[in-house]
């Protein structure tokens, strides 16, 4: 099994969490979501306790909630001591409405509006991580009119190709997001945002992606952060109290993956940072980390109820689900990688080679392809790992298909905490 929480009954069912999977599917319907809170909150406290222990006081992970954005998480990793990242108007209102501090809130984002500003204002977001001048000027003059003292960060980019995905890849020269540093232009960025009279500006932010496995690309960021604090000390004479250095720490999908020592990795970029802050004659800053998926994807399983195989003789096998890309575009997106399992016949052997397919009028609506399941009878529950990040936050209408429900699972127990979408629910917008 690829996690300790997964685990097969003498009814030979797929459990999760110490709950059987084909009874949650039955209680609840499919397509459906499993949460295992208390997974979610190990991996909080992985981090919680790292950046306590490696890192200088203050220093405290970020919980980015694009990676999983719903009511139901945020009383979660708020009582494990995150604080959170939101990329959007409609993530702080999620927030604020489960009851998360909004001054432990950090508000992203590559194009905020006129609306979006006045809104983390008006919010009391804690800091806003501003993405370009644009932004800046806007946040400056809205802060005046409100009356606000903000707290800000700057996005900068330090020009690196962590070796991930090219569609997650956020660090690199040529971004939508953030300033280069290259360029010389992070440097302007700096100068102008220490003159904005409403705004403090409390140092930098840098994210270089996603699926990183290893702590080596957060210690060429560190590097090429220290430079430009050093150089922003000796110019400007502005010292960075805070390097927010993102998220990306990556997961297993398929047992082919490594798996990531976090805490370890922590460490090593703790002594690369400090090494580093010491040469350059800085003072070390607090740290911030804004990792998602870390967080949620392997507590995340989503259940199917298969129509049964469709064999093209010839070619494949098809086992078709009542899901796919609506609940979980990813692979559709990226050709992720899954790990799929008949959670119906969890006991018996994977010899069964097959491709997943959704429900869509889409040939791309797949969810894996050429994969080894015990071979499923229509009606077996199917399920599909490492759903936790980045399915539920991208799920969709299309085909006018409802978004599924999603279930917590804490302590032994099951908690509806979305429910499923109804046929109302589509049309509620409609004039
Ligand atoms: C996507 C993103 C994250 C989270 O990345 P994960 O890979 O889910 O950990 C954090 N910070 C920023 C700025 C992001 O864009």
Redesign the pocket.
């Known amino acids: 099994m690829l996690y300790d929480n997964l685990s097969v009954n003498d009814r030979g069912h797929l459990e999760v969490a110490g709950l059987d999977t084909v009874d949650l599917a039955a209680e609840y319907g499919t397509p459906l979501y499993l949460l295992d809170e208390d997974r979610v909150r190990a991996h909080c406290r992985t981090y919680v306790e790292a950046m306590r222990k490696y890192f200088p006081e203050g220093s405290v992970p970020l919980y980015?909630g694009?990676?999983l954005c719903f009511k139901g998480i945020y009383p979660v990793v708020d009582s494990e001591g995150l604080s959170a990242?939101v990329?959007s108007p409609g993530e702080i209102y999620t927030a604020l409405a489960a009851g998360f501090p909004a001054g432990k809130l950090y508000f992203?984002g590559t194009n905020k509006t006129d609306e979006d500003i006045a809104y983390g204002l008006r919010s009391r977001v804690g800091f806003f991580i501003v993405d370009n001048p644009n932004e800046l000027r806007a946040l400056n003059a809205e802060a005046g009119r409100q009356g606000v003292h903000q707290k800000i960060l700057l996005r900068v980019t330090v020009g690196l190709d962590p070796h991930t995905l090219e569609a997650?890849n956020?660090g690199r020269v040529d971004s939508q997001?953030g300033v280069p540093i290259e360029t010389g232009q992070a440097a302007r960025f700096v100068e102008e945002a220490m003159a904005q009279e409403n705004l403090e500006l409390f140092g930098f932010?840098s994210?270089i992606g996603?699926?990183i496995f290893e702590s080596d690309s957060f210690c060429d960021q560190a590097d090429i952060l220290i430079r430009f604090a050093k150089e922003m000390k000796e110019k400007l004479d502005y010292t960075a109290r805070i390097f927010n250095i993102?998220?990306?720490?990556g997961v297993r999908y398929v047992e082919s993956d490594p798996e990531v020592d976090i805490a370890g990795n922590i460490r090593e970029i703790s002594d690369h940072l400090r090494k580093g802050c010491a040469q350059a004659g800085i003072p070390m800053p607090v740290i911030l980390m804004?990792?998602?998926?870390?967080i949620v994807a392997d507590a995340g399983v989503t259940l199917y109820t298969t129509g049964g195989i469709k064999t093209v003789e010839g070619y494949r096998d098809y086992v078709t689900v009542d899901g796919g890309m609506t609940d979980n575009p990813r692979y559709a997106l990226y050709k992720s990688a899954y790990t799929v399992l008949n959670a119906s016949h969890a006991d018996q052997a994977a010899d069964f080679t097959c491709t997943i397919a959704g429900r869509c009028c889409e040939s791309g609506d797949r969810i894996a392809e050429e994969i080894q399941i015990a071979k499923p009878r229509r009606g077996d529950i199917i399920a599909v790992l490492t759903t936790g990040?980045?399915n539920y936050a991208m799920s969709m209408n299309y085909n006018r298909v409802p978004r599924p429900a999603l279930v917590m699972l804490h302590e032994g127990t099951a908690r509806l905490a979305v429910r499923r979408q109804t046929f109302e629910d589509l049309v509620a917008c409609e004039l």
């Open positions: 980015a694009k990676a990242d990329v992203h997650i956020t997001f932010h994210h996603s699926q993102g998220g990306g720490f804004e990792p998602g998926r870390s990040a980045y």
